[in-house]
């Protein structure tokens, strides 16, 4: 099994960042495959990004390339999200998720997620 915890969600001003990490416990760091998703109040779950467990291969969703960027540190075992240039309607809750695969692609199964952090832009 494998467990995420998010944390760095918050309040912060249209134009402003955050950075969001997920810590992973109960599977070899290098062995899985992580992505980021959102969703808004009224709306469905939205993939943002996604990295390989190599960390080589990155996807992002359109409307976040160039903003935001995904990294991985396999010594801290930890994924993040640094998002710039925020606006409001990035505010939604933000899941970390995990797979047991290559790559973390916009179409693919994740089998483990986190509970979630909440990020609100204001204007």
């Known amino acids: 099994q494998v467990q995420l915890v998010e944390s760095g969600g918050g309040l912060v001003q249209a134009g402003g960042s955050l950075r969001l990490s997920c810590a992973a416990s109960?599977?070899?760091?290098?062995?899985?495959?992580m992505g980021w998703f959102r969703q808004a109040p009224g709306t469905k779950r939205e993939f943002v990004a996604g990295i390989s467990r190599a960390g080589d291969i990155i996807y992002y969703a359109d409307s976040v390339k160039g903003r935001f960027a995904i990294s991985r540190d396999s010594a801290l075992k930890t994924v993040y999200l640094q998002m710039n240039s925020l606006n409001p309607e990035d505010t939604a809750d933000y899941y970390c998720?995990?797979?047991?695969?290559?790559?973390?692609?916009?179409?693919?199964?994740?089998?483990?997620w986190g509970q979630g952090t909440q990020v609100t832009v204001f204007s």
């Open positions: 998720a995990a797979r047991f695969g290559v790559v973390a692609a916009p179409r693919n199964d994740f089998g483990y």
């Open positions: 109960g599977a070899e760091f290098d062995t899985i495959a």
